[in-house]
């Protein structure tokens, strides 16, 4: 069934309102792909807050040309399908890596971040990167560590001076025996 231009105008419109909002791109290969594969992976990309849509590639150039995914235009080409990050940066690089190594046949053919172009070989890095909560607890862990150490070192001085009293008092007692 063809596309009518009110569906291809809505379909623009829907990617690029993601596109707007999302923290990266990540577009795949999924050539081979059976239909009970591409609907596992649709499940997992709602589970992940992912935005996962197969786009043709005329749409998905008109879709991301005045967002930070513009770079990705030259790429469209073949059967692919764009994840757009919209919780962490590392969120669409996470799913479709860990999808890929089920499924041989999805290939990552490229990345954007920030406004720029990223070869498929930075999946891991991308993916590498802390989801939102994983950011703040390393964030709270880093403010948390200076107020440890002052509260430690404050509490050792009057420790000190109780071993001190007690050492002292330890010296007098075998003096006096």
């Known amino acids: 069934m063809a596309l009518t ?6 379909i623009v419109s829907d990617v690029a309102a993601v596109a707007a909002d999302a923290h990266s791109a990540v577009a795949a290969e999924y050539r081979g792909l059976s239909v009970d594969e591409m609907t596992e992976l649709r499940v997992k990309a709602r589970e992940t807050g992912v935005y996962l849509r197969v786009v043709k ?3 998905a150039k008109i879709a991301v ?3 930070d995914f513009s770079c990705m235009s030259d790429g469209f080409v073949g059967p692919l399908v764009l994840a757009f990050s919209m919780e962490d940066p ?4 996470r799913l479709l890596k860990d999808f890929a190594k089920e499924h041989d046949k999805l290939k990552v053919k490229m990345l954007s971040v920030g406004g720029e172009l990223l ?3 930075d999946i891991d ?4 990167l802390p989801t939102r909560d994983q950011a703040l607890a390393i964030l709270a862990g880093t403010l948390k560590a200076p107020v440890e150490k002052l509260v430690r070192t ?3 001085v009057p420790g000190k001076l109780v ?9 007098k007692e075998k003096e006096a025996a």
């Open 5 to 10: 231009l009110e569906d291809k105008k809505k």
């Open 90 to 93: 590392g969120s669409a690089a």
């Open 65 to 67: 040309a005045d967002t």
């Open 163 to 171: 071993r001190t009293v007690a050492a002292v008092r330890e010296q």
């Open 154 to 156: 404050i509490n050792e």
């Open 125 to 128: 890095r991308l993916a590498k």
């Open 119 to 121: 070869a498929a070989s």
């Open 57 to 59: 590639n005329n749409l």
